[in-house]
């Protein structure tokens, strides 16, 4: 069965730092590019960073660009999101996301699996 489990959410002021945490189980996590999305009330959900299969390069939102740092430990089948210097628009639920493409000749599959999310609220 797979699973996707965040945790490390929380109430933290801002300029304050979390570290998100997202362990993966049911498939072989080293073999899948690695996400974090966000969603705010009122807005469209939102890819804060991925980073694919280890050895890749990153990607960020321009909004958490040298704040917010992914990281993956694949003998953990864990993916980190440090996030510093917290401002009150990173409030949202924050979801990992597991995605794999395979592709045989003319034929493709696609693997992709979310976690639940955890709340991060930026507030004074």
């Known amino acids: 069965q797979v699973q996707l489990v965040e945790s490390g959410g929380g109430l933290v002021q801002p300029g304050g730092s979390l570290r998100l945490s997202c362990v993966a189980s049911g498939f072989t996590f080293s073999n899948y590019a690695m996400s974090w999305y966000r969603k705010a009330p009122g807005k469209e959900r939102e890819l804060v960073a991925a980073m694919p299969t280890a050895g890749g390069s990153t990607n960020y939102a321009d909004s958490v660009k040298g704040r917010f740092t992914i990281s993956r430990d694949d003998a953990k089948n864990t993916v980190y999101l440090q996030m510093n210097s917290l401002k009150p628009e990173d409030t949202a639920v924050y979801s990992c996301?597991?995605?794999?493409?395979?592709?045989?000749?003319?034929?493709?599959?696609?693997?992709?699996?979310w976690g639940q999310g955890t709340q991060v609220t930026v507030s004074s």
């Open positions: 996301n597991a995605l794999s493409i395979v592709i045989e000749g003319t034929s493709h599959w696609k693997y992709d699996y």
